[in-house]
């Protein structure tokens, strides 16, 4: 049963969402047609107020720059003070020395509820030794066990995505089958997941893996359906019909396609 | 009868927006769509070559950061010394004091034309005792009031947005009643507006309240045709169906839809 | 025959994009939909590992500021040192003294495999008598003396886009006529051209003329045959059929289609 999303959809969470330049538009089209209410604030000055009110932080560093190393950790930090959870997604972090120095030093400085990424991104994180193209990711690497590794590492919810996803939680460790391989031909849908994570914590620094399973279930399960529509024959249709999907999925519908089993 | 409109997809008039990171493709697509030809120069180094030959110049602070803050006030005091026109949207300025601030130095060094918000947005630049969740309008707000008590203050016209939208100019007043509750669903709804608001200046820094009127009832009936098409089913479909509603608007469509009434 | 798309469809070869901030989610999800993978990597302490993997990097100046001109820079350089070929869009070059000078200085420090541009904007960099209004093409102008004058002076290939389109490469010119005047109702169809132009070019600083018709062919002949599509009624709907036609467009639709001539 779908729990979450009616109190998202009867309370329209505040979602802060530093994420990357490609993807804010359809972020925000993404949470407003889950529920949400999203806001892109990007202003330390303005960090206090803002994380004060929302329910979740999402920080993505899908385009990190110079410039905005700094102006994120000043919010990170200011969110975890506040006690506001902080979804955060490691965008390419196999792809540069660059990526990869922030994450660590992000990571060694913050207290992040949940961690999203594919499977080489995770890696990535807790083991050096691992490289990817681009945002791309490997299918031969074994998401349950990089799950594992790193919620017991990193000591966070993890959610791997991939064509089966993975979520790491308080020792639970959860396998979804849900999807469309057309989300990987349109840009950000990893990123909306991230926002969509975060739209499922209300303010919970620590979620239940049930919330987690709903919050990536709803996603996919919409964007299975939104594949199936009669009208969308490639990625420029299914954008479209995805976010319908995420405005008008009904609980029978969730419970009738929802894929999932414990790993 | 729909005047201005007509002018815009004969001229393509030029309209320079500085909008905020998550609205800047849809803006100028909607402009597009509308007739208009949108130049996103954020550059105060090329400001006087491009608002010399700009129709108008859009402000929005959507995503307000203090890299922003002075690049901002260079291009408006360089629109001002070319009396190019001035739509300024004061994006959820009440929800943090840094915009509050930024708000109330720009209207006091900068001549605006016309001022565009909800009424929370409108209220707060009047009135610093207001607070606001994001960027959400609060319907139990008197708009008729404070779109009168924010023309006299700020000495602008003023339009406020919501489910109806009340226009304040030259000591009269009207309501406007048209529009779409998809618009709230989609991001960088209002945004547009204050594009489209821009779209109908033709350089005139004191524009007739008919001018507005049509402006946002263009935009509104626009949206109000697109929620009725019969494939608009969520805010993923309504969003192609707006700009195309917007492309084709006729003129005994607008007239036979416009709901309009002094106050 | 489509010889390259093919090879892109099986490869999804990585192109690096510093484009405007108006087109990134555009481009991207252009550039996905034909089968290439685009990665918007700004920072220049990534460009190395980036453009080393990359098969080709755009850069676009459509949102051009102070910020970015020097990591702009930074990051030709690494790339011209890596024989990574670089794609150069001009936008709006003639529309101020600044893109002016910046282009002057890019074009004298960095090795440009492909520019592509509107003939004014060509003109413009071999001309500085040259004015322009936005990003708009004159089709007064006489695109083929323009891309030959052009591709001789600066010494790379020259695509000038317009009604017709022009192509120059290694004392070679052909002219194609296929394409949609949607495209110039969308933000960022041009800017898209260039991302697709890169996504041809598979490391290669030299590329065919051949390579060059294919690119620009294969998005033309997606727009003619979206804007043919029953249900596209105006530039929204246009929008996502383009994509889906990048994703769909087969061989003998292509050949069907294709209206290309020596000039």
Redesign the interface.
């Known amino acids: 049963m779908m729990n979450k999303l009616e109190q998202i959809r009867i309370d329209?969470p505040?979602i802060i969402c530093y994420t990357?330049?490609?993807?804010?538009?359809?972020t925000?089209?993404g949470l407003?047609?889950l529920g949400a209410?999203?806001?892109?604030?990007?202003?330390p000055?303005?960090a206090e107020?803002?994380t004060k009110?929302a329910n979740a932080l999402l920080i993505n560093i899908?385009?990190?720059?110079?410039?905005n190393e700094e102006?994120i950790l000043k919010i990170v930090k200011i969110a975890n003070q506040q006690r506001t959870p902080i979804v955060f997604d490691p965008v390419?972090v196999g792809?540069?020395?660059?990526?990869k120095k922030f994450c660590q030093k992000f990571l060694a400085e913050v207290d992040v509820t949940v961690i999203k990424g594919n499977a080489s991104e995770i890696l990535t994180l807790v083991d050096s030794q691992t490289t990817m193209?681009?945002?791309?990711s490997d299918n031969s690497l074994d998401s349950v066990e990089i799950a594992k590794k790193a919620s017991d590492i990193l000591n966070t919810a993890v959610v791997i995505t991939g064509k089966d996803d993975v979520i790491a939680q308080n020792h639970q460790m959860i396998k979804l089958s849900n999807g469309s391989p057309l989300l990987?031909?349109?840009?950000?849908a990893g990123c909306l997941l991230g926002g969509i994570v975060a739209s499922f914590l209300f303010k919970n620094t620590n979620p239940s893996i049930d919330d987690l399973i709903e919050a990536v279930s709803v996603y996919n399960i919409a964007a299975e359906l939104a594949e199936k529509a009669s009208?969308v024959?490639?990625?420029?249709?299914f954008?479209?019909?995805?976010?319908?999907?995420l405005?008008?999925l009904e609980d029978v519908t969730y419970e009738k396609y929802l894929k999932k089993e414990e790993v």
């Not at 990357?20 to 538009?25: C, I, R, Y």
């Not at 954008?239 to 999907?245: A, G, K, R, T, Y």
């Open positions: 329209n505040l990357n330049d490609v993807v804010k538009n359809f925000a089209n407003l047609s209410s999203p806001a892109m604030s990007e202003a000055e303005e107020e803002f009110v899908g385009t990190l720059t110079h410039e102006d390419a792809a540069s020395t660059y990526r193209k681009g945002t791309d990987a031909k349109i840009t950000g009208y024959h490639g990625p420029g249709s954008l479209p019909e995805l976010l319908d999907q405005y008008q």
